[in-house]
């Protein structure tokens, strides 16, 4: 849902000084009523509770979920800043395009628009962007890619188009990852009740189940631009802290 990141931190979080108000105010952003704190530390369990008076869990399930989940999350979390960083730049490029005749880039996405910023500066180049933009846009672009030589900065358009082509490649092996990653959690899950512990499993257990089948139909739907705009259903968020 969020990330801080603290360059030294014992600064964030220490049994001396409490927790930085920064943290804390995160903590509180996103924890609702009666609502667990999934923790990677112990000792940041003991801390928080202390000093914060919220509940906290530590515990092997919570483990695999900050090492991998939130992980690979944070990856696709990574990913999405890129799109947001570029997005003004992408947007007033639109703005451009929009003179180009028989091309309504309206509804393109980040990686059509870094796409076509390419072929705008470099119309000779042969690369096949044809899983991105179709043959009539491709041949359309490039007849009036000379229209743009003054109006377009070929290094801010090739490092734009590098950024975003980057993050759409890794954004989407994580987002496969991360569908793989929940399915494994939650047939752990299951597995535990098969073997009849399902009047023994934690609350925890349970509760990260009852997560995984609720946010597997979010993950096959992720697209861009923002992967923490998607809300879990309340009551079922688990803020993982990673430090």
């Known amino acids: 849902m969020e990330f801080e990141t603290f360059e030294d931190k014992s600064s964030a979080i220490n049994a001396d000084t409490g927790i930085n108000k920064r943290l804390a105010d995160m903590i509180y952003k996103w924890r609702l009523p009666g609502m667990k704190l999934a923790v990677g530390k112990p000792e940041y369990k003991a801390i928080i509770e202390s000093k914060l008076g919220i509940p906290c869990t530590h515990n092997a399930i919570v483990m695999e979920l900050n090492e991998q989940i939130v992980a690979t999350a944070r990856a696709l979390f990574d990913c999405d800043t890129v799109y947001k960083k570029h997005f003004e730049y992408l947007a007033n490029a639109s703005v451009r395009f929009k003179k180009v005749p028989d091309i309504n880039c309206e509804h393109w996405g980040a990686l059509k628009l870094a796409t ?8 000779e180049e042969e690369d096949d962007f044809h899983e991105v933009l179709s043959e009539d846009e491709l041949l359309k672009l490039k007849e009036e890619a000379p229209k743009y030589k003054d109006l377009v900065s070929m290094v801010h358009c090739m490092r734009t188009y590098e950024k975003i082509s980057s993050a759409h490649q890794v954004r989407a092996e994580k987002k496969t990852l991360l569908g793989f990653l929940v ?13 009849g512990e399902s009047e023994q499993i934690p609350q925890e257990h349970v509760m990260f189940a009852n997560l995984c089948r609720m946010i597997l139909p979010m993950i096959s739907a992720l697209k861009p631009p923002y992967v923490h705009e998607l809300p879990l259903p309340k009551g079922l968020e688990i803020l993982g802290l990673c430090f």
């Open 116 to 123: 076509t910023l390419k072929v705008v500066c470099c119309p």
């Open 183 to 195: 399915e494994e959690a939650k047939a752990a899950c299951e597995k535990g009740k098969l073997h």
